[in-house]
């Protein structure tokens, strides 16, 4: 999906330095949440396993 | 003070070129520290023999943080609108840490009450401040998509739990090598306790900050690429108007609404509270359980699991059959849902856990599609602020909810004699909060026009303090 600003300002942020950004951003947040996950499906795989 | 300028709302405008796709993590780093609140029962038993306190004493920690974070809520909501998102972020980052290390403290030097003003009191502020901070910056960057852009984040808050339970045992055997996270009756020693929170604090904070660092809000006038503001305006129940906090508060609409997420919130924590003995109740044969501890404990799991997928999934359907319609599915499936749950949830445990699956499903969704319905109704001038208000709602569900199953369960028996029957009486007074809820949604309207800001006549101020739009009045009278 394409997403931008309509407007052009200045200062505008580098596409590279931005690409790094949200690569870290979202590695943050998936680890994260993957663990969470994860160890909850270990955990919950105890109810069925009865 | 550079460091504290760079927080301030005019030097948080996103440069062109700025992807909107960073909020949401940003969003999510808040929301994944603070969803913790929902992890404190993995060393309550801990906390109880380290200070011999009660249930009750230690209990009233959450409470303090539950109590303040509908407070901060509601207090800040204005602020956290005028001061824009990356301060509110920081703010929170800090009142969360230091609560932390203030309970931390106390748990060192044996006083009780320390605890209560770190976590519950301080903590507390932070839980609320940063509930709230992201939203309106969300449903700004993602006009077309409010209900994904807020279900993504508020996902983040039933994610919390999910991180911090797992993660809390594995630091307290780290630090307590004596201490069994498998053994229910294992408590860790009041050093490990020190060292978990003081472990949580600090990287909470650091993780926090990454929000901070790549929050942005959009500048005046940006919408998305391909976004038409007047397809919003063509639905029946979206408002291109904006109306303020303190005019919010004085509609029937938002009181109805109340109603709705209380009603919702309500039904849902009376599951969530009382989910592990719950399971083994429904399979109790000869007076003893044929689901184990640790099976029990894996539904709790599964529960969160729902909880938090409900808030991504349900919300982001919103925004294609709209809010009104998705709160009828959660309210009107869920007394369905509830019903069945008390005439055959007992006849199998696969049946059992799908029904209480999607009720908590329902649940989360409740949460996350608020925000976007507040925006539908109020606009975005000032939606975060009228969503700290509306979360008092939570508050008093959290108090209704635990009330109304555990008054019913006490009048029925002991814990460890109950059955499924036991249950029915409490599941069907939920029914009825449900229904509730129902009535309360359908009779939500437009707010009429004499609540909406009238357009601005002035250039907007150079302070980037927000300012509604162009105000369009849709003449539907309530």
């Known amino acids: 999906m394409t997403v931008g600003p309509e407007n052009e300002r200045p200062g505008s942020e580098q596409p590279g330095k931005q690409g790094v950004r949200l690569l870290l951003s979202w590695l943050l947040v998936a680890a994260l949440l993957g663990y969470g996950v994860v160890q909850t499906a270990i955990t919950a795989a105890k109810l069925f396993a009865r | 003070m550079p460091m504290l300028s760079a927080l301030d709302h005019q030097h948080t405008v996103a440069p062109a070129g700025y992807s909107r796709w960073l909020i949401p993590p940003a969003a999510l780093s808040v929301h994944l520290c603070i ?138 055997s780290l630090y307590d090598p004596g201490y069994n996270p498998a053994n229910a009756s294992s408590v860790a020693s009041g050093g490990a306790l020190v060292g978990l929170f003081v472990t949580l604090g600090i990287g909470y904070f650091v993780i926090m900050m990454f929000g901070v660092v790549n929050v942005r809000v959009p500048a005046p006038g940006w919408r998305p690429a391909g976004f038409d503001p007047a397809t919003v305006a063509a639905k029946p129940m979206v408002t291109t108007a904006s109306v303020s906090a303190a005019n919010a508060i004085r509609t029937r609409s938002f009181w109805l609404l109340w109603i709705v997420l209380f009603c919702n919130v309500t039904a849902g924590i009376g599951i969530l509270e009382q989910a592990s003995p719950m399971i083994q109740d429904f399979f109790r044969e000869n007076g ?125 028996g002991k814990p460890g004699t109950l059955t499924a029957a036991a249950y029915r009486p409490a599941l069907f007074t939920m029914v009825g909060v449900l229904a509730v809820g129902f009535v309360a949604n359908l009779l939500i309207r437009p707010v009429p026009a004499r609540f909406h800001e009238p357009a601005p006549t002035a250039p907007a101020p150079s302070r980037d303090i927000p300012t509604p739009p162009v105000a369009v009045e849709r003449g539907s009278a309530q």
């Open chain 2, 35 to 172: 969803g913790q609140a929902y992890a404190t029962s993995v060393y309550k038993n801990s906390l109880i023999a380290h200070f011999g306190a009660s249930q009750t004493a230690i209990g009233v920690i959450f409470s303090i943080a539950i109590v303040m974070l509908g407070l901060s809520a509601a207090v800040g909501g204005t602020w956290v609108e005028a001061n824009g998102p990356r301060k509110a972020m920081f703010v929170s980052a800090c009142f969360w840490a230091t609560g932390f290390l203030v309970g931390a403290l106390g748990i060192a030097t044996g006083q009780l009450w320390l605890v209560y003003l770190g976590y519950g009191f301080l903590g507390g502020i932070g839980l609320g401040i940063g509930y709230i901070s992201p939203v309106s910056t969300l449903i700004k960057w993602f006009p077309d998509r409010p209900g994904l852009a807020t279900g993504l984040a508020i996902m983040g808050f039933g994610g919390g739990a999910m991180v911090a339970s797992p993660l809390s045992r594995q630091l307290l």
């Open chain 2, 288 to 412: 003893t359980s044929t689901v184990a501890a640790a099976a029990a404990g894996g539904f709790v799991g599964l529960l969160s699991l729902f909880n938090m997928a409900g808030r991504f999934v349900w919300s982001s359907t919103s925004d294609l059959i709209g809010r009104k319609p998705i709160y009828l599915i959660y309210l009107g499936v869920g007394m369905v849902f509830y019903a069945l749950l008390a005439l055959l949830g007992h006849t199998a445990t696969a049946l059992f856990v799908l029904l209480t699956c999607v009720i908590l499903s329902f649940y989360g969704g409740g949460f996350a599609t608020i925000p976007a319905y507040l925006r539908d109704l109020f606009g975005t001038f000032q939606v975060g602020a009228i969503h700290g208000r509306l979360l008092t709602a939570w508050s008093a569900a959290g108090i209704a909810g635990p009330l109304i199953i555990n008054g019913f369960l006490d009048a029925q």
